[in-house]
């Protein structure tokens, strides 16, 4: 009877998975609620301050130089700007600190999860947060007036997958250094500020310099901000879109490749 | 004599032909051979050979950096071996990890309990990495609470406890899935010998239920105290293997009669000392603070060594222990 494997042990799927996202709402369940009121201040905050303030300036006289009001054109980019912001924190200290301070992960490992397991456990936890965030963030844009349309909803799951294309990477840089967190620091400071200042979230990225264009073209910010604003305010080519999709998902399956080998490495030393 | 360098390093057991469970030789849960891990350049367990059977307390004894953790880790599936062969419940780590992962209990040399969570919690959370359901958690988390002796806390977070308190919990949890075998690793360095013997009667209990123990160690009285067999490991390597009594009765004397001398004063004494022993089985060994007699009769010893004009500044004379056999074999002693 030495080979019976323990009954209903469930070594692969998604079920193994959701036992670390199972972990990880224990965790949040005493959080939740500061969770809950900075995902409502942050967007209640930006819409405020740029989409009502800026928009009076910027659409005069009932004019609007953009096609649409100013709140229309930079809410889903807000949308999505902030999903990522809010998704690489999420994947960078947190996950950091599930090896080298809390050391989560390596109790998870002496179990029948497996890594990668770990890995997309922890990358699913994260993208549902971000999901719930965005939608919280739709509702308050929606209340301000920053949605014109239905297809608006789609805005949440192009966040998502925006947000998640980043945040894979970050989680794979996460779970390989073994100092504090500098690199974090460095990253936040010199690619993700710069990124949401340069991919198209206030104005289009016809009015950067060609250098400019060029570098929004590289980040997945500006495929998932334009493909946000595009079905949310509309003027998007489905070829347009199919390409944004297509780089996001490059990003996204090559960031959980990335993320899970550092994973199994770190975990197994 | 004076002490010899570890003269002969016992013969590991004959290398055992692999077969996934041979019921001739009664089914060993733990079998390897020639069992290596390197980091880099680094051996840090250089081909040792071992098999557990079921319902044994094994244990490994060995000073840092032996490669008790690196062992360890190997056995419990987490970490990759480099060379040698390892079967655990006849299954092969490479191919089948989860599945053994699934019926072994695990304490790590460091705890990963998660402190922001209750006790039961804790038990609980690490259930469901098992794929238990609820249903099978409810009177299994009881159960632990209480083998932990934990109730009046099952609802306060894990940071405020003790150390042992927290030892007991990572034992507790690591029982949830009823393992086949249960991997100790140092269960109770960093303990005060109170909570260390609470520890060994949890331990105790287990063995007595029959559960498979394999731990590691570096208090030879740990090891006295729980493991049927252990082997002793220096740099990577085994250097003997039996049970502890096997071990004293084959690398010791009976009895060791300590005698402190001033200092500076203790390598001259062991020079005459040495002289009045018997060659073939009795013999001095030297230590920065003392001198140890390892003789059959320590109070003869004392006693003659009185009459051959030695004073020492005091003396005792005690039974050989695992410590002793450990200087024999290494040169050097356990704890440092
Ligand atoms: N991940 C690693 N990378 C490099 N060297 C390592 C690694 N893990 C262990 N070592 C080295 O391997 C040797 C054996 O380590 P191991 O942890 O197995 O010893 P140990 O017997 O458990 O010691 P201790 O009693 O201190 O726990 C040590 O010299 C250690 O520095
Ligand atoms: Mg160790």
């Known amino acids: 009877m030495l080979d019976t494997p323990r009954r209903g042990v469930r070594t692969t799927g998604l079920r193994p998975r959701m036992r670390v996202v199972e972990y990880q709402m224990y965790v949040g369940r005493r959080i939740w609620r500061s969770v809950f009121v900075v995902s409502v201040l942050q967007p209640l905050a930006y819409v405020v301050a740029l989409g009502v303030g800026l928009g009076a300036i910027i659409d005069t006289g009932g004019h609007h130089p953009l096609g649409v009001s100013y709140i229309q054109f930079v809410a889903p980019a807000f949308l999505t700007a902030a999903a990522l912001q809010i998704a690489a924190a999420d994947a960078s200290y947190p996950i950091m600190a599930g090896f080298k301070w809390i050391r989560t992960f390596h109790g998870m490992a002496a179990t029948p999860l497996t890594p990668a397991q770990i890995c997309d456990g922890q990358l699913i936890f994260v993208a549902i947060r971000i999901a719930l965030n965005s939608a919280v963030y739709l509702a308050i844009m929606a209340a301000f007036g920053g949605t014109q349309r239905w297809a608006v909803l789609l805005t949440v799951p192009i966040a998502t997958l925006t947000a998640m294309a980043f945040a894979a990477p970050i989680a794979a840089l996460a779970a390989t250094i073994e100092r504090e967190g500098n690199a974090f620091n460095m990253v936040f400071r010199f690619v993700v500020t710069p990124m949401f200042l340069f991919s198209g979230t206030f104005y289009p990225i016809s009015e950067l310099p060609h250098w400019g264009q060029w570098l929004a073209w590289v980040t997945p910010l500006w495929h998932g901000t334009d493909l946000a604003r595009g079905v949310a305010i509309g003027g998007l080519g489905a070829g347009a879109a199919i390409v944004h999709l297509a780089y996001l998902l490059a990003w996204l399956v090559a960031g959980v490749a990335l993320a899970r080998w550092r994973f199994c490495v770190r975990v197994t030393r | ?336």
């Open chain 2, 1 to 336: 004599m004076l002490r010899l360098l570890p003269s002969h390093v016992v013969a590991a057991p004959a290398p055992r032909p692999l077969a996934t469970v041979d019921p001739a030789r009664g089914d060993a849960l733990i079998r390897a051979e020639g069992l290596t891990k390197t980091f880099g350049e680094f051996t840090a367990v250089a081909g040792i050979d071992f098999a557990v059977e079921r319902g044994e307390a094994f244990g490994f004894l060995g000073p840092n950096g032996a490669g008790k953790s690196s062992t360890m880790r190997m056995i419990a599936c987490v970490a990759p071996i480099t060379a040698g062969t390892l079967q655990i419940l006849g299954m092969d780590p490479v191919t089948q990890g989860p599945t053994i992962r699934g019926r072994l209990g695990v304490v790590p040399q460091q705890d990963t309990l998660d402190l922001e969570l209750t006790v039961r919690e804790n038990l609980y959370i690490y259930g469901r990495y098992f794929g238990m359901s609820r249903a099978e958690l409810r009177p299994k988390v009881e159960e632990l609470i209480d083998f932990a002796q934990l109730t009046e806390r099952a609802d306060a977070k894990v940071e405020p406890l003790s150390g042992g308190m927290k030892r007991r919990l990572t034992i507790a949890r690591s029982l949830i899935n009823d393992p086949d075998i249960l991997l100790l690793d140092e269960p109770t360095t960093g303990l005060d010998p109170q909570a260390r013997h609470v520890l060994w009667d949890r331990l105790y209990r287990l063995k007595q239920q029959g559960v498979t123990l394999v731990l590691t160690t570096h208090y030879m009285d740990e090891a006295e105290q729980l493991c049927d067999r252990l082997v002793v490991m220096d740099s990577g390597r085994i250097v003997a293997e039996g049970s502890p009594l096997h071990l004293i009765g084959e690398h010791s004397t009976r009895e060791v009669a300590e005698l402190r001398f001033p200092p500076g004063e203790n390598a001259a004494a062991a020079e005459r000392l040495a002289g009045m022993l018997d060659g073939a089985s009795e013999r001095a060994e030297v230590l920065p603070d003392r001198v140890l007699l390892y003789v059959a009769d320590g109070e003869r010893a004392v006693a003659r060594a009185h009459e051959q004009g030695l004073s020492p500044v005091s003396s005792l004379v005690r039974r050989s222990t695992l410590e002793d056999v450990f200087l024999r074999l290494t040169g050097r002693s356990l704890v440092d």
